[in-house]
């Protein structure tokens, strides 16, 4: 089956510090891989994918990915983290050949915790 | 420009009613999804509509389930008989016409407490 994990529910980290909210997958080929945001009672915000070429992808606010294929692994991450960017981020995957679906299979979330 | 915008964004019924959910997608949008999000789960794929072609359903829990966009634009997810176990968030989503790399644009999303 596919599925998609995000192994830590909660991630704490002092303004300032790098961050790190990791993702891996477990799908047949390889996936076009995504990050969202989503804050309290608003919808899901795109920050960016992995398509193909460069492993290391940048995003919205600052924030990057890095797809590791051996690891079947795209961790989101960001140099310098932001009371702001305290959110629920999720991790979703889309087959390459999905035939007549495009759906997107979602992580169960991390919570990101800024301490000011 | 406006994005994808759904209505109501709360909703409260009774076990046993019926309810009707909309969205409207970003103007243009060919693609449109319907998901559900359980209390602390990540969203789960429900539908997919091509303009008003229902390619994927697969997702629907059940027959009560129901989705339409007759005229490829508006979408309505209706619910019959609702259940204690129907309460969520369902997020709606639409992307552009393209491949498949497209991204998608979600909604604020309608939350359903079913008492």
């Known amino acids: 089956a596919q599925s998609v994990a995000q192994p830590e529910d909660q991630v704490n980290v002092a303004e300032g510090n790098p961050l790190t909210v990791k993702c891996t997958y477990s799908?047949?080929?390889?996936?076009?891989l995504f990050w969202y945001v989503q804050y309290p009672n608003r919808g899901l915000q795109f920050l960016l994918k992995y398509i193909t070429g460069d492993n290391l992808v940048k995003g919205s606010y600052g924030f990057e990915a890095e797809f590791n294929k051996s690891q079947t692994s795209f961790h989101l991450k960001k140099p310098s983290a932001l009371v702001s960017d305290s959110a629920l981020y999720f991790c979703a995957v889309r087959m390459r050949y999905g035939g007549a679906t495009n759906k997107l299979i979602f992580g169960t979330g991390t919570l990101l915790a800024v301490q000011p | 420009g406006a994005g994808v915008s759904q209505s109501p964004r709360y909703k409260v019924a009774k076990r046993g009613q019926d309810v009707a959910l909309r969205c409207d997608p970003i103007?243009?949008?060919?693609?449109l999804f319907w998901y559900q999000q359980a209390l602390g789960q990540g969203p789960e794929f429900l539908t997919y509509f091509q303009n008003e072609a229902q390619l994927d359903k697969s997702g629907l829990p059940s027959d009560r389930f129901f989705a339409e966009r007759p005229e490829g634009s508006v979408s309505t997810l209706k619910i019959q008989r609702t259940q204690q176990e129907d309460s969520a968030v369902y997020l709606c989503?639409?992307?552009?016409?393209?491949?498949?790399?497209?991204?998608?644009?979600f909604g604020p999303g309608t939350r359903l407490t079913v008492l």
């Open positions: 989503a639409s992307s552009p016409p393209g491949t498949i790399t497209d991204t998608q644009y």
């Open positions: 103007s243009g949008h060919v693609s």
């Open positions: 799908v047949s080929g390889n996936p076009y």
